[in-house]
């Protein structure tokens, strides 16, 4: 169920925020061990003055292609497979050739089972 938010600066390619949705998507399938078709992202676009960071923080060097990725999904998974998820998702990005290293920042969320419906009203999770 990770529901998967790509915050970028304006200006990028649809094939470049594809390349850059379907590498977080297949760090998830990897990582988390979803169905790939447990699939549901959105893409937000912010000129610069919407969009607002450090130049440098944590010896990290942002670029104005910096991508603030939020990704929610249900409670439980051990710290290490979420650093795993994070370190997935940041070598798959580059691997890409659309994104540098230090420009991936990563939040996660974590929701209760009963926080989360899918349709018809229902928490499927937590039946």
Known sequence: MPLVKIN???GRSKETKTAIADAIQASLVKVL???DADRYAMINEYDDQHF???GEYLDLKYTKDLLMIEITFIEGR???KKKELIKEINDRLVSTGYVREDDVFVMIFEV???NVS???GL???AL
Request: no cysteine; net charge positive.
């Open 8 to 10: 970028l600066r304006t």
């Open 33 to 35: 061990e979803i169905p």
């Open 52 to 54: 607002i960071h450090s």
């Open 78 to 80: 051990p710290e290490e």
């Open 112 to 114: 209760a089972k009963a």
């Open 118 to 120: 899918f349709g018809k």
């Open 123 to 125: 928490a499927q999770r």
